[in-house]
């Protein structure tokens, strides 16, 4: 059974980068065909897809983050990962990670505030 | 961008109760790249039925996905007492993939 599992800062402050961590467990993370994405949910608000990477390590981004956004993999680590820089209060939210669509992260709440 | 209306915002209804949730998009979806997801307060989204129709491992037979083209349906035939949740739809054919606001499925 995939497990996935969000891991970093809760705490960020304006302007720097968000660093965000997915553990996967229960499958090799470089195996299969698979999207891993990074989706967030601001309070009381709905779901807003940042980007994915593919088991190719080949890359897509939503342009609304006006090119922020990376993630990147490490298989070595069964982990991907995602970087936003230039955080404004604006990207306060629970942050998913999920794979393809079926498999979520439990999520975890970053809040940018100085 | 792909734009997801659902409708309609809330929805209030009795347990054996028969819910129609609908989404319509801004332009057509290709293929059957469609999904519904039920969320609960605290959780993170469940992923009930994807292409369309098909329903995800695991969920009950009660929900049943529909649709093509720009409208989608997504139907509980009798409405459990664990229904009363939040559902989102979602496209994943084009970039950047997009969600519905939500519809409010609660208790009447």
């Known amino acids: 059974q995939v497990q996935l599992q969000e891991s970093g800062p809760g705490l960020v402050k304006p302007s720097q980068t968000l660093s965000l961590t997915c553990t996967v467990s229960g499958g090799s993370i470089s195996s299969g065909s698979f999207f891993y994405n990074w989706i967030r949910q601001p309070a009381g608000k709905g779901l807003e897809w940042i980007g994915r990477i593919y088991t190719s390590g080949n890359t897509l981004y939503n342009p609304s983050l006006d090119g922020r956004v990376t993630i990147s993999v490490d298989t070595s680590k069964n982990q991907f990962s995602l970087q936003l820089s230039s955080v404004t209060a604006a990207d306060t939210a629970v942050y998913y990670c999920v794979r393809d669509r079926e498999h979520w992260g439990q999520g975890t709440l970053v809040t940018v505030s100085s | 961008e792909i734009v997801l209306t659902q409708s309609p915002g809330t929805l209030s209804l009795s347990p054996g109760e028969r819910a129609t949730l609908s989404c319509r998009a801004s332009?057509?979806?290709?293929?059957?790249?469609f999904a519904w997801y039920q969320q609960k307060p605290g959780q993170a989204p469940r992923l009930l039925v994807q292409g369309v129709s098909s329903r995800a491992t695991g969920i009950p037979d009660r929900f049943s996905g529909s649709g093509s083209g720009t409208d989608f349906i997504l139907t509980i035939s009798r409405l459990e007492p664990e229904d009363f949740a939040v559902y989102y739809c979602h496209q994943y054919a084009l970039s950047p993939l997009t969600f519905g606001g939500g519809t409010k499925v609660e208790i009447k």
């Open positions: 332009q057509s979806v290709s293929g059957t790249y």
